[in-house]
């Protein structure tokens, strides 16, 4: 609930799709946040995630990012 997405890109090829998502603090610091790239697959009519990865952003002190793959 602290956080505000907005999806700035989605590109689609065939069954595969790259999504660019920009996460930032909704009351606070704009500069403060991060972009996530997501790796995407349709399969059987639905999207499924299958890679993201922090692609830049600001973290503030203390805190730890990390991409996961799936």
């Known amino acids: 609930d602290a956080m505000r997405q907005e999806t700035k890109k989605i590109t689609i090829t065939g ?38 990865q922090a692609v830049g952003g600001q973290v503030p002190a203390g805190a730890q990012s990390s991409s996961q793959s799936k």
Do not use: I, P
């Open 15 to 52: 069954d595969q799709a790259l999504a660019d998502v920009d996460f930032r603090l909704k009351n606070g610091d704009q500069n403060v946040g991060m972009s996530v790239e997501y790796v995407l697959q349709r399969k059987n009519g639905q999207w499924d995630v299958v890679k993201s």
